[in-house]
């Protein structure tokens, strides 16, 4: 068990871990009770010429530690290779909300084997539509409708700004609703056969 600040707060911090050991730190801050999130997803993999369903990393060396920056202080002490994923314009430690949090792992926690995640700089949100899913699995999420190279259909993403993002399976467009912008705005989601005016 960690001694903490009772003043600080307990935050999402992304941190990288090299050479693939992101399981094995997991495991470590397990048994320190440190709560901590690894996307994961099935993998069909060859393990002595038979095929085999496993969980693996969906992203590797990342890590979400939920803790006191004092704890993570502390666990880095003794795992050199832990290391905190820093913001490239502030140049500060990348520090996730609550809510954001919430939202990435209620949709990455489910291993669905339709989800595909992409890292910093593999797609543009700015084009996409904000929009809140409204039914299904994915029910309540919030995210942006935007399309995908070499993916037919719109998908829902959801990303922690220069982390990762994930894009949920296929959702029917009756299943989601455009959120209104600042102003109040309606939006318009646009699908291959038809404009759903919100």
């Given at each position: 068990m960690?001694l903490?600040?009772?003043?600080?707060?307990?935050?999402?911090?992304?941190?990288?871990?090299?050479?693939?050991?992101?399981?094995?730190?997991?495991?470590?801050?397990?048994?320190?009770s440190?709560?901590?999130?690894?996307p994961?997803q099935y993998?069909?993999?060859?393990?002595k010429?038979r095929?085999k369903?496993e969980?693996?990393?969906?992203?590797?060396?990342?890590?979400?530690?939920?803790?006191?920056?004092?704890d993570v202080?502390?666990?880095?002490?003794?795992?050199?290779?832990?290391?905190?994923?820093?913001?490239?314009?502030?140049?500060?430690?990348?520090?996730?909300?609550?809510?954001?949090?919430?939202?990435?792992?209620a949709?990455?926690?489910?291993?669905?084997?339709?989800?595909?995640?992409?890292?910093?700089?593999?797609?543009?949100?700015?084009?996409?539509?904000?929009?809140?899913?409204i039914?299904?699995?994915?029910?309540g999420q919030e995210?942006?409708?935007?399309?995908?190279k070499?993916?037919?259909?719109?998908?829902?993403?959801?990303?922690?700004?220069?982390?990762?993002?994930?894009?949920?399976?296929?959702?029917h467009?009756?299943?989601?609703e455009?959120?209104?912008?600042?102003?109040?705005?309606?939006?318009i989601?646009?699908?291959?056969?038809?404009k759903?005016?919100?």
């Amino acid at each position: 068990m960690l001694l903490t600040n009772k003043l600080e707060q307990t935050q999402w911090f992304a941190m990288r871990v090299t050479y693939q050991r992101e399981l094995a730190v997991k495991e470590m801050l397990t048994e320190r009770s440190v709560a901590c999130f690894i996307p994961m997803q099935y993998e069909l993999r060859t393990v002595k010429q038979r095929k085999k369903r496993e969980l693996v990393p969906a992203i590797h060396n990342l890590l979400f530690v939920y803790a006191k920056q004092s704890d993570v202080q502390r666990v880095k002490a003794d795992i050199s290779y832990f290391q905190y994923m820093m913001d490239r314009c502030t140049g500060r430690k990348i520090i996730i909300p609550d809510d954001q949090m919430r939202r990435f792992m209620a949709v990455a926690g489910t291993y669905n084997e339709n989800l595909i995640y992409f890292k910093p700089g593999e797609m543009n949100l700015s084009k996409g539509t904000r929009v809140r899913v409204i039914g299904g699995e994915f029910e309540g999420q919030e995210g942006t409708f935007v399309k995908l190279k070499g993916v037919r259909d719109r998908r829902v993403v959801i990303a922690i700004e220069g982390v990762v993002a994930v894009a949920m399976a296929t959702i029917h467009p009756d299943l989601i609703e455009a959120i209104p912008d600042e102003s109040g705005k309606t939006a318009i989601i646009k699908t291959p056969k038809r404009k759903i005016v919100i």
